[in-house]
């Protein structure tokens, strides 16, 4: 039901240096031959890691649905589907951004910082590192390591609100990328908007359960606001993970 081995602490580092690589990967191709087959590829192997291990894929078929519907065993269950559909709802609405997004700019990009772009991409990535240690270390009865992990991915997740909305924004409209202006304008508002909305989303959340969490709400056995939050958190990742090269590294200058 939990990461009762401390060797999941482990796994989490390397899953991290994995993605880490595969985003700079991401970075030189970009500037070298931006070639929009490996960068998909990337892409796509960086969003099953998370996926996997990060948004536990693995834990669906984890907890035993047996007769007792007040067990925590079968609410456990029924709770991960009712998240899983909820995730996959609001995937087809980030799906949708990606078409528009090469339909009304094809394969064009936005004159954008490339070094921001980077940097809010790791800021996230790392936040989703601390994440992970933070839920692995609730599952491990280690609450005060839980605190301070969560407390580290609140702050690193308004960094990359402030990074994307207080910083790239204003230096988007500097380069003529003005909202309403532009199909693509429109389409660069639209999709780093509606990101930044769902990780402010997810800050919220991860307060919330950081609050509880001091109250002593949760233990190593049942925390699962905990890894709802957690799943919630990798999951507007995973959307950034398609976004970051879609909106910065794929296509020639506009």
Not at 29 to 47: D, E, F, G, Q, Y
Not at 76 to 92: C, E, Q, Y
Not at 149 to 174: D, K, M
């Amino acid at each position: 039901m939990s990461h009762t081995d401390p060797k999941a602490l482990l796994r989490g580092v390397n899953i991290f240096i994995i993605l880490a690589v595969l985003t700079g990967l991401e970075f030189v191709v970009a500037v070298t031959n931006a070639s929009i087959l490996l960068l998909t590829l990337v892409a796509v192997v960086k969003a099953g890691l998370v996926l996997w291990y990060y948004m536990h894929v693995y834990k669906l078929n984890e907890s035993e649905m047996d007769g007792d519907h007040h067990s925590y065993e079968w609410k456990l269950a029924t709770n991960r589907l009712g998240l899983w559909l909820f995730i996959l709802s609001d995937a087809f609405l980030f799906g949708g951004l990606l078409v528009a997004r090469f339909n009304l700019m094809g394969l064009t990009r936005p004159h954008l910082s490339q070094e921001l772009g980077l940097l809010v991409t790791v800021v996230l990535l790392v936040s989703s590192f601390f994440m992970n240690r933070a839920e692995t270390q609730m599952a491990l009865g280690n609450v005060k390591a839980f605190l301070n992990n969560t407390l580290v991915t609140i702050v690193l997740g308004i960094g990359f609100v402030a990074g994307v909305v207080g910083v790239e924004w204003q230096l988007a409209a500097e380069e003529g990328l003005k909202a309403g202006a532009s199909a693509e304008a429109a389409i660069f508002y639209m999709m780093t908007g509606m990101h930044a909305f769902h990780v402010i989303t997810g800050v919220i959340f991860l307060i919330i359960v950081y609050l509880n969490a001091r109250k002593g709400v949760y233990s190593a056995e049942k925390h699962w606001a905990v890894e709802a939050a957690t799943v919630y958190w990798h999951f507007v990742d995973v959307v950034w993970i398609f976004f970051y090269p879609a909106i910065y590294l794929i296509g020639r200058l506009s």
